[in-house]
């Protein structure tokens, strides 16, 4: 099992920037690639952008591509998740998770993760 906390969220203006931070501990050595949720108020959670934990490739959600930054620090076992241009539809609880073993990519649904951090707000005002 891998145990994730999550940072960085927070109330931030419109067309500002936030980077979230996911810092997973456990069975580190079993992860193959870390996703980005987000959950809007009265929404569905949606996948956003997805890095395998290795090689650090990278897959985006089309509502991603352009805003949005994923990344990691292999050394220090943390995921980031950069958004700018910040806008009120990207008001969310955004979550990290990732999933273990050798898996087809890219990784892209809940069902495909196992372990999923707490959470944390991004509120962008108007």
């Known amino acids: 099992q891998v145990q994730l906390v999550q940072s960085g969220g927070g109330l931030v203006q419109g067309g500002g920037s936030l980077r979230l931070s996911c810092v997973i501990s456990?069975?580190?050595?079993?992860?193959?690639?870390m996703g980005w949720f987000r959950q809007a108020p009265g929404k569905e959670r949606e996948f956003v952008a997805a890095?395998?934990?290795?090689?650090?490739?990278?897959y985006y959600a089309d509502s991603a591509e352009g805003r949005f930054t994923i990344s990691r620090d292999y050394v220090k076992n943390t995921g980031y998740l950069q958004i700018n241009s910040l806008n009120v539809e990207d008001t969310a609880v955004y979550y990290c998770?990732?999933?273990?073993?050798?898996?087809?990519?890219?990784?892209?649904?809940?069902?495909?993760?196992?372990?999923w951090g707490q959470g944390t707000q991004v509120t962008v005002s108007s």
């Open positions: 998770a990732t999933g273990q073993g050798i898996r087809r990519w890219p990784v892209a649904t809940m069902a495909e993760y196992d372990d």
């Open positions: 890095i395998t934990w290795g090689a650090g490739s990278t």
């Open positions: 456990g069975r580190t050595f079993s992860v193959y690639a």
